[in-house]
């Protein structure tokens, strides 16, 4: 469970006086100490006990920042209310003055930068971005300094594992800000759509080949227009259907029993069958494998074809 902006995890405490993170049970933080305290490196972890929050899990850093600093404004001071709530965001951010000093620096981009707030504050930020790919980005800074124009692009970094940020530059009062999202995961799904779509559209084009999915009851999900032809009716009544019962008597139990073992045991299966078609049954050839779905649940995936495969002269047999 999280805890929104506006929203109090617990009957002790107004909505707020909890900053946004995550609520956990103290027998789960027990439980999974390990979890949640990695999980506190980058928000705070409210911990319920008996209905009520009355503990949180911060980072030491955090912690520090809360309680070293004497000259810090009172704690409803909106100064000091930005302050932690910059700690707690994923967004590195970076904030710098009209001479391009650093002013301030989130915890998520200290812990990128590998560096503390007390050592480069008051730091001109070419002495903080010093890697040849950060290049770009002081120069973005600039031309933001001089024109007055935000700019927003994105940027592979490399070191460790190669990332990819969205990079967002723009005037905040008093000096200029950086945001910068890592969102390698995002053009990685991206790249995986556009795959899947260019496999499906390869698919679709082939004569005699129709594709669908059938979901964890053996109902099919989804189709190709491909199939609806084959199977010589409309979509609408294909969808919904058991995929067993597109098969005639002679095939129905061997795929039905195949479907269950690949939705069981993760199996996937190929096999000749009969297709049941609007003149009669027809032999195809039918293959399935395991799709596992966002929430967890399994699925497969079909292919039939009409026509069936054949050795290429000098290949192994079929």
């Known amino acids: 469970m999280r805890i929104p902006n506006g929203t109090s995890g617990g009957t002790d405490n107004k909505a707020d006086d909890l900053p946004p993170g995550q609520v956990v049970t103290a027998t789960a933080l027990i439980r999974h100490f390990a979890v949640h305290s990695r999980q506190a490196l980058t928000e705070p972890v409210h911990i319920l006990n008996h209905g009520h929050v ?156 129709a594709r669908g999915a059938f979901n964890v009851r053996g109902m099919v999900t989804d189709m190709s227009p491909a199939l609806a032809d084959l199977v010589g009716t409309d979509e609408s009544r294909i969808v919904g259907l058991r995929f067993a019962a597109l098969f005639d008597g002679s095939s129905r139990s061997a795929i039905s029993d195949a479907v269950e073992e690949l939705l069981t045991s993760g199996k996937p299966f190929g096999m000749a069958a009969g297709l049941v078609g609007s003149a009669g049954s027809g032999t195809v050839w039918v293959g399935a494998t395991p799709l596992l779905s966002a929430d967890g649940q399994a699925g497969g995936v079909f292919l039939i074809g009409t026509n069936p495969l054949c050795a290429l002269p000098g290949g192994a047999p079929q």
């Open 54 to 209: 009355g503990l949180t899990l911060i980072s030491t850093e955090s912690f520090l920042r809360l309680s070293g600093d004497r000259n810090r404004p009172d704690p409803d001071h909106p100064a000091a209310q930005l302050d932690v709530l910059l700690d707690m965001i994923p967004t590195q951010v970076i904030l710098a003055d009209q001479g391009l000093n650093l002013l301030r620096i989130n915890l998520a981009a200290r812990k990128r930068l590998e560096v503390s707030e007390q050592e480069v504050r008051g730091a001109p930020l070419s002495q903080l971005l010093t890697r040849p790919d950060h290049h770009f980005v002081l120069r973005a800074l600039e031309r933001v300094r001089d024109t007055g124009v935000p700019e927003e692009f994105e940027q592979s970094f490399t070191g460790g594992p190669p990332l990819v940020y969205r990079i967002q530059i723009s005037a905040f009062p008093g000096g200029f800000a950086i945001l910068a999202d890592e969102m390698t995961d995002r053009l990685s799904l991206r790249a995986q759509d556009a795959r899947i779509a260019a496999y499906e559209n390869l698919t679709d084009g082939l004569p005699g080949l």
